[in-house]
C-alpha cells in the first residue's frame, strides 16, 4: 500500500517541477523579448545584462567586486 501512496506522490513532485519549468520557460522567452525590444530601441543588451547582474548584487559584494576589478586594472595599466 505504501509503495502505491509514494508512486502516487512522487508523479505529484514530477507534474509539478515539469508545470515550474514550462513557466520558467515561459518566463525566459519574455525576458529575451524585452532585450529584444531594448536592443531595437538602440541599447546594449549585453551592457544591460551586465546592470542586471550588478543590481542583484548586494552593496558590499559589488563594492569589493568593483575594488578588485580597479585593482587589477590599474595593474594591467588599462585605468
Known amino acids: 500500500m505504501s509503495d502505491i501512496i509514494a508512486a502516487d506522490q512522487l508523479r505529484l513532485f514530477i507534474e509539478r517541477i515539469e ?3 514550462e513557466e520558467k ?6 525576458i529575451r523579448d524585452v ?5 531595437s530601441q538602440g541599447y546594449d543588451s549585453k551592457t ?11 552593496k558590499h ?3 569589493e567586486a568593483d575594488a578588485l576589478l580597479e585593482t587589477y ?3 594591467l595599466g588599462l585605468a
Not at 520557460?25 to 519574455?30: C, E, P, Q, R, S
Not at 532585450?35 to 536592443?39: I, Q, V, W
Request: hydrophobic share 35%.
Open 48 to 58: 544591460m545584462r551586465q546592470i542586471v547582474r550588478l543590481r542583484r548584487m548586494e
Open 61 to 63: 559584494v559589488r563594492e
Open 73 to 75: 586594472r590599474n595593474a
Open 25 to 30: 520557460k515561459g518566463i525566459a522567452d519574455d
Open 19 to 21: 508545470r515550474l519549468e
Open 35 to 39: 532585450y529584444s525590444e531594448a536592443k
